[in-house]
């Protein structure tokens, strides 16, 4: 383990050993249905319920507008598409921007195709809407504004509290996409006047397949998966059990210690950017300089591939990313670096480097010293860059 380098964790976390000690139990003997009456049903659905009590707390919300879900992706689904065909007698119109995550983008191209009118919001070239462009955008007929929280991609953080202040004065309904941001910096339902916020366990050391979706008391959200009453009749399917224990105690832990931990992360962050921007010519930063993640880099290359310098990190035994785990595989450019305006290959020559809990110093300084003679070469073998 000593010489792997994960430096991904935009994309996931490793569970940490309370998380997984904490769901051991509900993995093995304690399998109760959480819906039967029986003391071994009421330890189930008692765990469940400390879960949530544990996660409204992290966000400032109240234990009954915590609802949990399979994921972050479905989260997003049934926030979105529920919310525009509870509201269609309302209007037709939805804005969004043109970076969010793909489960809100193809939730959205659903919508388009079943009658929803989807405005897509432009960002800057450091990534954040103009909120301009935001209160020009509102009709008569909008029912609903999404827009995530910080970016998966480029970890630039959106002025979240002054749209949902819009979204309020003018009675539309705002969901945020809270993934990246939920355990890493200071997210508070109330004080960012959101509706709907969507979370998920395993980008804050959690497990994967376990999510939850904030809806504010009084927001009218029907149900998207329909069978049994599980979840106040709003979600159906028995619980996993074990997975909501974990998100619950992994949510805990990290908000606990996000003070400290986010001043260390952001230090070995700016470490690596300006560690790479020194020793590694024609390249730059994407996304904004200090509204971003605290772990997140996200570097161009001139010349070179991403997914090159990739392979031969891994060869290094370093874990990075280049543009999205989704978009990765694809020879599409990442459609978050085109909207920062950056040309077809720099978007292809992009570095993600995620830090995280798990990350030291010395996975910093090994990082930036690996990085530069990969380039190096890369660049010599490129016709481009003759
Ligand atoms: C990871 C991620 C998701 C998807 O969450 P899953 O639980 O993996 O489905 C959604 N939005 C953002 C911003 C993400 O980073």
Same mark, same amino acid.
């Given at each position: 383990?000593?010489?792997?380098?994960?430096?991904?964790?935009?994309?996931?976390?490793?569970?940490?050993?309370?998380?997984?000690?904490?769901?051991?139990?509900?993995?093995?003997?304690?399998?109760?249905?959480?819906?039967?009456v029986?003391? @071994?049903?009421?330890?189930?659905?008692?765990?469940? !319920?400390?879960?949530?009590? #544990?996660?409204? &707390?992290? /966000? *400032? $919300?109240?234990?009954?507008?915590?609802?949990?879900?399979?994921s972050?992706?479905?989260?997003?689904n049934?926030?979105?598409?529920?919310?525009?065909?509870?509201?269609?007698?309302?209007?037709?119109?939805?804005?969004?921007?043109?970076?969010?995550?793909?489960?809100?983008?193809?939730?959205?191209?659903?919508?388009?195709?079943?009658?929803?009118?989807?405005?897509?919001?432009?960002?800057?070239?450091?990534?954040?809407?103009?909120?301009?462009?935001?209160?020009?955008?509102?009709?008569?007929?909008?029912? @609903?504004?999404?827009?995530?929280?910080?970016?998966? !991609?480029?970890g630039?953080? #959106?002025?979240? &509290?002054? /749209? *949902? $202040?819009?979204?309020?004065?003018?009675?539309?309904?705002?969901?945020?996409?809270?993934?990246?941001?939920?355990?890493?910096?200071p997210?508070?339902?109330?004080?960012?006047?959101?509706?709907?916020?969507?979370?998920?366990?395993?980008?804050?050391?959690?497990?994967?397949?376990?999510?939850?979706?904030?809806?504010?008391?009084?927001?009218?959200?029907?149900?998207?998966?329909?069978?049994?009453?599980?979840?106040?009749?709003?979600?159906?399917?028995?619980?996993?059990?074990?997975?909501?224990?974990?998100?619950?105690?992994?949510?805990?832990?990290?908000?606990? !210690?996000?003070?400290?931990?986010?001043?260390?992360?952001?230090?070995?962050?700016?470490?690596?950017?300006?560690?790479i921007?020194?020793?590694?010519?024609?390249?730059?930063?994407?996304?904004?300089?200090?509204?971003?993640?605290?772990?997140?880099?996200?570097i161009?290359?001139?010349?070179?591939?991403?997914?090159?310098?990739?392979?031969?990190?891994?060869?290094?035994?370093?874990?990075?990313?280049?543009?999205s785990?989704?978009?990765?595989?694809?020879?599409?450019?990442?459609?978050?670096?085109?909207?920062?305006?950056?040309?077809h290959?720099?978007?292809?020559?992009?570095?993600?480097?995620?830090?995280?809990?798990?990350?030291t110093?010395?996975?910093?300084?090994?990082?930036?010293?690996?990085?530069?003679?990969?380039?190096?070469k890369?660049?010599?073998?490129?016709?481009?860059?003759?």
């Open positions: 383990m000593s010489d792997f380098i994960y430096f991904d964790n935009a994309a996931t976390t490793k569970v940490r050993d309370e998380v997984f000690e904490a769901m051991a139990p509900f993995l093995k003997d304690a399998y109760g249905n959480p819906s039967s029986y003391k @071994l049903g009421r330890e189930a659905k008692n765990a469940i !319920e400390k879960a949530r009590e #544990q996660t409204a &707390a992290a /966000i *400032g $919300a109240k234990p009954a507008e915590i609802f949990f879900t399979g972050g992706t479905e989260s997003d049934w926030a979105i598409i529920s919310a525009a065909f509870a509201n269609k007698d309302k209007g037709n119109h939805i804005i969004t921007s043109n970076i969010e995550h793909h489960a809100v983008l193809h939730s959205c191209e659903y919508l388009s195709k079943n009658g929803f009118d989807i405005t897509y919001l432009p960002v800057d070239s450091s990534g954040i809407i103009k909120i301009s462009d935001l209160k020009a955008a509102i009709r008569p007929e909008t029912i @609903l504004i999404s827009i995530m929280y910080a970016n998966n !991609e480029i630039t953080i #959106q002025p979240i &509290a002054e /749209i *949902g $202040a819009i979204a309020g004065a003018n009675n539309i309904l705002f969901h945020t996409d809270a993934v990246q941001a939920v355990g890493h910096v997210v508070n339902v109330v004080k960012d006047c959101v509706d709907l916020l969507t979370l998920s366990a395993h980008k804050f050391h959690g497990p994967k397949g376990a999510g939850a979706l904030y809806v504010r008391s009084g927001v009218k959200l029907p149900s998207f998966i329909h069978g049994g009453g599980q979840e106040k009749g709003r979600r159906a399917g028995t619980e996993n059990v074990a997975g909501i224990v974990g998100l619950g105690c992994a949510i805990e832990l990290i908000t606990r !210690e996000m003070a400290g931990e986010s001043v260390r992360v952001r230090k070995l962050r700016d470490k690596i950017i300006d560690g921007l020194e020793s590694v010519p024609n390249s730059q930063l994407n996304g904004h300089r200090d509204k971003r993640l605290p772990g997140n880099a996200n161009s290359f001139d010349y070179v591939e991403g997914e090159s310098i990739l392979l031969m990190l891994d060869m290094k035994g370093i874990a990075a990313s280049s543009g785990a989704c978009t990765s595989g694809s020879l599409n450019p990442s459609h978050v670096l085109m909207a920062l305006g950056l040309p290959e720099k978007a292809h020559g992009s570095l993600r480097v995620s830090a995280g809990r798990y990350n110093d010395e996975d910093a300084d090994k990082l930036i010293a690996e990085i530069g003679p990969i380039v190096n890369l660049r010599a073998m490129s016709p481009l860059a003759k």
